[in-house]
């Protein structure tokens, strides 16, 4: 199944997943609701029960009238008691079921921002912390790199060993990825064969070590058929970074480092090409043109 179909089928599962989690929030809401009319009734039916009490109270009252009236009021107070802990179980209960409704819609939503083949964050998630990485940047001035990977020669190794060896491929190079970042970092399926690290805090040229460390990672493992203990070698992969400036928008960070992936393909795969590789070579062209 393409990523694309994936992206689809997680939409439309967590579209049925929510869809289900509402509706059983309603009935939780119409349970409560129903439970605090009922709670309102009893609450008015002892208030009344307090009223003729004391308005049978008075000067007068015959010792045999207080006693039947001490009577109905302990009665009617034990009562309204019982409903009261029967009220404070309900809301327990409900609690307690709104807690796991809660935690079903927290893993709807990271279903819902992971890609289902590899486990790492998916184009949508992507684009979101992309676009948080950005107005952060925007805000404070710190640095964000973007690195974007694609693992080389992916078709030729698909068609050549079939889709199930190609997603243990794909499987291989996202835990090299999460391997090799920390803390605020993310690692994300761009597409297809392509993967995508936001970087927070990192420069450009601090970005070239973990890309470059991601790149040894992936070339030294050796792709094995767990079932049959075929070996099918090894792959690669070539990755670009551009970092942000000011004024960027993630299209324009996209760009650039996608600009520096396909430098890193033309100039035989297997490599890391920055933005600063790029920059020395046309200042290196042009210093050249003036000295011709």
């Known amino acids: 199944m393409s990523q694309p179909e994936n992206d689809l089928q997680a939409a439309l599962l967590a579209g049925d997943h929510i869809h289900a989690i509402s509706e059983e929030l309603r009935n939780q809401l119409a349970k409560l609701t129903a439970v605090m009319g009922d709670v309102g009734d009893k609450t008015a039916h002892y208030g009344r029960a307090l009223s003729a009490a004391s308005g049978q109270l008075g000067v007068n009252t015959e010792p045999g009238q207080i006693k039947t009236l001490v009577e109905g009021l302990v009665a009617a107070t034990r009562l309204m008691e019982q409903h009261n802990r029967n009220l404070e179980q309900q809301l327990k209960q409900s ?27 998916n184009r949508k998630a992507f684009d979101v912390t992309l676009m948080s990485s950005v107005i952060e940047a925007e805000r404070t001035g710190d640095p964000v790199t973007l690195l974007i990977g694609d693992v080389d020669h992916f078709k030729t190794f698909n068609d050549s060993y079939g889709h199930q060896v190609g997603d243990h491929v794909l499987r291989l190079v996202a835990k090299c990825l999460t391997d090799s970042i920390k803390g605020r970092d993310t690692a994300a399926r761009y597409g297809g064969e392509e993967f995508a690290v936001i970087l ?43 970092a942000w400036r000011k004024g960027d928008n993630p299209n324009s960070l996209i760009e650039r480092a996608d600009a520096c992936l396909y430098a890193a393909k033309r100039s035989g795969r297997n490599r890391v090409v920055t933005e600063l590789d790029i920059d020395a070579t046309k200042g290196a062209d042009a210093e050249g043109r003036r000295s011709a």
């Open 200 to 242: 927070p805090g990192t420069s450009v040229a601090n970005a070239r070590i973990v890309a470059d460390q991601i790149r040894r990672i992936v070339a030294s493992k050796k792709i094995i058929k767990r079932s049959t203990n075929e070996s099918f070698g090894t792959v690669t992969i070539s990755i670009g970074a551009a």
């Open 95 to 121: 609690n307690d079921e709104v807690g796991m409704l809660k935690a079903r819609v927290e893993m709807v939503r990271r279903e819902a921002m992971t890609d289902a083949l590899t486990g790492l964050s």
